[in-house]
């Protein structure tokens, strides 16, 4: 037998619920930026009108289709949808958050969900103030 060596590089991703898998290949890059990253609660809000316009326009069928297209289960699906029952001044305000430079998030999904629960604009606004500390520019109450 000749002393022939393989190598291979491989990295370990997380996945859903924590779970581990090996991925081929090299870690990939994440880029470093002196801009912050985006918080999720942006990127969600962004992906539910994302997704209203391709149900609105015909593109895909509805939430279920979704939810099958973007690899989640429909109640997920239907949690990040629900940030469209959002007043629309909170809804840009949500989009217009400031990146984040160090730590979590300042504001989380489960808080939003609270907010998003109550169908009055009012109430949403006050428990919005609540949440992020002091009202969005664009509030008029």
């Known amino acids: 037998m000749s002393g022939q060596e393989v190598m291979r590089q491989f ?3 997380v996945r859903a619920r924590g779970r581990r898998e090996v991925v081929p290949g090299p870690k990939p890059v994440e880029p470093v930026t002196g801009d912050g990253r985006v918080p999720r609660v ?13 149900i609105r326009a015909g593109a895909i069928r509805d939430q279920a289709e979704a939810a099958r ?3 989640v289960s429909r109640a997920r699906m239907t949690q990040v949808m629900n940030l469209l029952h959002l ?3 909170l809804q840009l305000a949500l989009l217009e958050l400031p990146r984040v430079h160090a730590g979590r998030d300042p504001l989380t999904e489960t808080a939003l969900r609270r907010i998003v629960a109550e169908p009055d604009w009012h109430v949403q ?12 520019a664009r509030i008029d109450s």
Do not use: Y
């Open 11 to 13: 990295h370990f991703a």
């Open 42 to 54: 942006v990127r969600l809000m962004a992906l539910a009108v994302h997704f209203d316009g391709l």
């Open 69 to 71: 297209l973007g690899h």
């Open 87 to 89: 007043a629309p001044d």
């Open 125 to 136: 606004r006050s428990l919005w103030r609540d949440a992020v500390g002091s009202a969005p």
